[in-house]
């Protein structure tokens, strides 16, 4: 059995039995019977050939006669439908044979597509198999088709060779032509090229020159323009110095000298101890110097003159500043930190068994009570009474009162000290002022509001008790005298509240002396209270020393609330 791909081969072979050009044809009629051998040539299915054959003679509009003539070169095909061969059933679905009349041999796929032998080499037991059926007819036609391949390949080829050498030669003279002119061309592009360069290299020289002198003159202008600048800059500069911590001054002469007009203020230095770091103080004016007062004190860096040297040092709330000894702070290493006056002026711990009523000395005497206590990191956790050096100095413009529960603050009130007692101490005003004497009025907006003692830890019993301080918008007053309608009852500290008015069994405030027909109480805080039936005090510091009935009637609800009393609020 002959191999398929050969079997494919010879089939092609027979198709080109009538292709060769016949002589009498017009040119249109050869050139499209050219057209259909290269069809055939390129083993394209023999009546695709024809149709294209015949498409082509339709396009030439030949006469009648020609194209009859034409067309009889091609009569030999019969371009009827396939006859259909044996089917064969393999693994990818039943496989039909057939011999087309272009004597080309096909499988085809039932419902698909028509696959060429060609690509079957790997169903040789298949094709085996179709061979089988064929018809002699078929191996006679073979053998014709190798004779009539062979002369249409002789004739075919001999007419190519004759029509493409010819239009080799006239497309070598062309060449040649265009050869010569481009020589040309290149020698006269190269020429003008050399010469543009030419140009091109004196024009960038004159132009190099004209260039240089260009930037010359804009740098001497760039130079003129920068000098200005800096002396613009260094005007700008002096007007900034020591306005923040970017741009600090040598000390405060340098900002005088930059600035005449300066007046006493704060102003950023670099610091004499460290000169990478800026540090403010405060420069004053003395004698025409503008001289450093220091800083604020709280580093050895920004030592002031004294702990009151400058108002920077005023602001600080930490009772221990640092302090140059030397009338300026200009170099402050020889600072130590000293101890100053605290804006605590009493505490008062009411469990700690010391009783500060109306006639405890602790009120009239100079004598300081556990001083160290009173720094602002320390006191308001101590658990003793205070009495430090600022309650025998000026009260100043603001003090408060501040509520503690164990050291944590649950209340205060904040009093604006009336300008005819500023200059006076605490320690005077309790102890020499005149009888329910009002020294404050109580600053609302900064106090406490919502009564905060009597809501969350008094007893609601009896009339209403209140804190005079915290609970009430009275205002600050020494020496209260008859409270309600107490007889002969004194108390240190107290407000022109009045919500409880009624009877003298009534007491309230800060170290108290309570008398009424015969009861007696000397406190050191209470609520408002009355009795009987005392139904609240503060802490245990209380007692009856002076004889008749003690004013307590029973054993009320003890809050243990402490008082601490300082100026300057920071806020």
Same mark, same amino acid.
């Given at each position: ?116 032998? @060609?690509?079957?080499?790997? /169903? ?5 198999? +179709? =061979? *089988?059926?064929? !018809?002699?007819?078929? #191996? ?44 040309? @061309?290149?020698?006269?592009? /190269? ?5 543009? +360069? =030419? *140009?091109?290299? !004196?024009?960038?020289? #004159? ?58 203020? *704060? ?305």
């Amino acid at each position: 059995m002959m191999p398929a791909i050969k079997f494919a081969a010879i089939a092609v072979a027979a198709l080109l039995s009538a292709a060769v050009p016949a002589a009498g044809l017009s040119n249109d009629a050869q050139m499209c019977l050219v057209q259909f051998v290269g069809l055939m040539a390129k083993s394209e299915q023999v009546c695709d050939a024809v149709k294209a054959y015949e498409t082509c003679l339709t396009l030439k509009n030949l006469a009648e006669d020609d194209k009859v003539e034409a067309m009889s070169h091609v009569a030999t095909y019969d371009c009827k439908p396939p006859v259909v061969g044996p089917e064969i059933t393999t693994d990818e679905g039943s496989l039909l044979f057939t011999v087309d009349n272009d004597r080309s041999m096909l499988f085809h796929r039932r419902a698909a597509h028509t696959i060429d032998v @060609t690509q079957l080499s790997d /169903r040789v037991d298949a094709v085996e198999q +179709l =061979a *089988a059926g064929l !018809t002699a007819g078929v #191996e006679k036609r073979m053998v014709e088709g190798r004779d009539i391949l062979t002369k249409v390949t002789t004739d075919t080829i001999a007419q190519y060779t004759e029509l493409v050498q010819g239009k080799l030669d006239k497309q070598d003279e062309t060449i040649s032509l265009e050869t010569g002119k481009l020589r040309t @061309t290149n020698e006269e592009s /190269r020429k003008a090229s050399e010469d543009a +360069l =030419a *140009a091109a290299v !004196t024009n960038f020289e #004159e132009l190099s020159d004209e260039l240089k002198k260009d930037v010359d003159e804009t740098n001497a202008v760039l130079k003129a323009d920068l000098a200005e600048l800096k002396a613009s800059v260094g005007k700008l500069t002096k007007g900034f110095l020591g306005f923040n911590e970017a741009t600090p001054a040598d000390n405060c002469a340098a900002i005088k000298e930059a600035r005449p007009q300066s007046v006493d203020g *704060a102003h950023w230095i670099v610091s004499a101890l460290d000169k990478t770091k800026a540090v403010r103080v405060w420069c004053k004016n003395i004698n025409s110097v503008y001289t450093n007062m220091g800083g604020d004190a709280s580093s050895k860096m920004s030592a002031a003159t004294a702990c009151d040297g400058n108002p920077l040092s005023l602001e600080n709330p930490l009772s221990k500043r640092w302090v140059d000894p030397d009338a300026t702070a200009d170099d402050p290493s020889n600072a130590k930190l000293e101890q100053c006056e605290t804006r605590l002026m009493i505490k008062l711990c009411t469990t700690d068994s010391d009783v500060r009523d109306w006639d405890s000395k602790f009120w009239t005497t100079q004598q300081l009570v556990n001083e160290a206590d009173a720094n602002e990191d320390t006191w308001a956790k101590a658990q003793n009474d205070i009495k430090a050096a600022s309650y025998l100095t000026e009260i100043g413009e603001t003090i408060e009162i501040v509520g503690l529960i164990n050291g944590v603050q649950i209340g205060r009130a904040v009093y604006n000290i009336k300008s005819e007692f500023r200059k006076r101490s605490l320690q005077y005003l309790v102890t020499h002022g005149g009888p329910n004497m009002v020294i404050g009025s109580r600053d609302n907006r900064r106090s406490a509001s919502n009564r905060p003692i009597f809501n969350r830890y008094m007893k609601k019993a009896g009339v209403a008790p209140y804190d005079m301080f915290l609970d009430t918008t009275g205002d600050l007053m020494v020496r209260q005298r008859n409270y309600g309608e107490s007889q002969n009852s004194w108390t240190r500290l107290s407000t022109t509240d009045r919500s409880v008015t009624s009877g003298c069994h009534r007491y309230s405030g800060i170290g108290g002396d309570h008398y009424c027909g015969g009861w007696r109480l000397q406190f050191e805080a209470m609520p408002i209270v009355s009795y009987c039936y005392a139904n609240n005090r503060y802490g245990n510091n209380h007692k009856n020393s002076k004889g008749g009935s003690t004013a307590t009637c029973g054993s009320g609800r003890q809050t243990n609330v402490d008082f601490a009393i300082l100026k300057n609020p920071s806020d």
